[in-house]
């Protein structure tokens, strides 16, 4: 079998993919509003742990998936070296699979040269996850991201010069009410920046034991209602100005569940969301709503 350790997670567009786990944990796990991993100190699982997996799917399941979703948080913060040697073993063990995919971290990306990007292309990994959360440089450093804005551009720009597809990620919410409308404005200007193949947006949901949270108990947080965060996605959308990024809020967070291509979809996408903040269209009840 296939060993898993903790919690696994994996984004939407990764339902059917197998999921191997890489590391155990985040290898920053820093994040005030994560709670993705309790207790999961992180650990870089030795090759011979990920081949037995691999292994095992190839005798057991193969030929009941087309993609393969390289786990936990950050994958991408091994060596060039120990990267290439897992998709060189995926590879040499299905020869047919469509694509490997990965959570990325900018700094992580930043560190690797754009021949070690561009190689990790050719051997199938053609898409990575980054946790933008917010443009903010304001609001990055409150809720500890250890990135900037700057170097997420940097990163999303690198990694799709050298043929990876980037799936960026919004958190609506992330500002609170007191930075709302700069955490939109801000978001909108850095994803105009990076232009990704993809953008996705989170709506926040406070996790017990969380920093974020603490705040929130202790006054120093103020949660949108789910209006407000439909007015904070209704603001970041009417100021994206995109060419041939996919878009959705299709994540089980969310209140509302769109998704267009953008330019083409953007007035259509502000017209929906008008119909949820009229109450034309009701949106998901907090019984729903899950990470």
């Given at each position: ?100 995919g990965i959570y990325a971290n900018a ?185």
């Amino acid at each position: 079998m296939i060993t898993y350790k903790g919690t696994v997670i994996r984004p939407p567009s990764e339902a059917d993919s197998l999921l191997i786990q890489v590391t155990y944990g985040c290898s920053h796990d820093k994040c005030a509003f994560c709670g993705t991993y309790p207790g999961k100190a992180f650990k870089i699982r030795t090759f011979a742990e990920i081949k037995a997996d691999l292994e095992w799917a190839k005798k057991n399941i193969d030929g009941e998936f087309r993609r393969i979703f390289l786990c936990d948080g950050d994958a991408m913060c091994l060596s060039f070296n120990k990267l290439m040697e897992i998709l060189n073993l995926i590879n040499s063990l299905f020869p047919d699979i469509q694509r490997i995919g990965i959570y990325a971290n900018a700094r992580n990306i930043l560190a690797k040269t754009e021949e070690e990007l561009t190689e990790f292309s050719r051997n199938k990994l053609t898409i990575a996850y980054l946790g933008l959360e917010s443009g903010s440089d304001k609001i990055l450093k409150a809720v500890n991201k250890g990135s900037t804005a700057r170097e997420m551009t940097d990163a999303v720009i690198r990694a799709q010069k050298c043929g990876i597809k980037m799936s960026v990620i919004g958190l609506l919410g992330l500002g609170g009410r007191k930075l709302s409308r700069e955490h939109a404005l801000e978001t909108a200007r850095v994803c105009n920046a990076m232009n990704p193949r993809f953008l996705s947006f989170l709506t926040l949901m406070l996790v017990p034991g969380t920093p974020l949270c603490d705040d929130y108990e202790n006054g120093r947080f103020e949660l949108l209602t789910a209006g407000e965060m439909l007015e904070e996605l209704h603001l970041i959308v009417t100021n994206l100005e995109l060419n041939g990024t996919i878009f959705r809020t299709n994540h089980a967070s969310n209140y509302a569940p769109l998704e267009g291509t953008l330019p083409k979809d953007k007035d259509k996408l502000l017209r929906l969301l008008k119909t949820y903040l009229r109450g034309e269209a009701p949106v998901k009840d907090e019984f729903w709503r899950g990470l």
